[in-house]
Nanobody
Framework: QVQLVESGGGSVQAGGSLRLSCEAS????????MGWFRQAPGKEREGVAA???????SYDDSVKGRFTISRDNAKNTLFLEMNSLKPEDTAMYYC?????????????????????WGQGTQVTVSS
């Protein structure tokens, strides 16, 4: 079992930046793929960015060029650097992890592919 704890959320104005972190503990060998999902009020949860242990990344079109996902495998920590934030980025952001690589397979944004989830961190962007 992998435990995931997100941090770094907050409230910013449009155009601002935030850096989310997700620390994994427990069976961290089961984190070959880690991803960020988000859920806005009244909407379904959606994939934002994902990264496999080999460094392969995938981004949703809505965040390409603005968000950067990275990971520190030695520290079992996942990051999401968010720049040029927009009000539509407002959501609860969740970290997810699974044992199998998914970016190359094209399944990185399928929720059911992940077996570990964090509790989420709120990001609010005001106009």
């Amino acid at each position: 079992q992998v435990q995931l704890v997100e941090s770094g959320g907050g409230s910013v104005q449009a155009g601002g930046s935030l850096r989310l972190s997700c620390e994994a503990s427990g069976d961290t060998y089961n984190t070959h793929c880690m991803g960020w999902f988000r859920q806005a009020p009244g909407k379904e949860r959606e994939g934002v960015a994902a990264i496999d242990s080999d460094g392969s990344t995938s981004y949703d079109d809505s965040v390409k060029g603005r968000f950067t996902i990275s990971r520190d495998n030695a520290k079992n920590t996942l990051f999401l650097e968010m720049n040029s934030l927009k009000p539509e980025d407002t959501a609860m952001y969740y970290c997810a992890a699974d044992w199998g690589p998914k970016v190359v397979a094209g399944t990185a944004f399928l929720e059911y592919e992940y077996n570990s989830w964090g509790q989420g961190t709120q990001v609010t962007v005001s106009s």
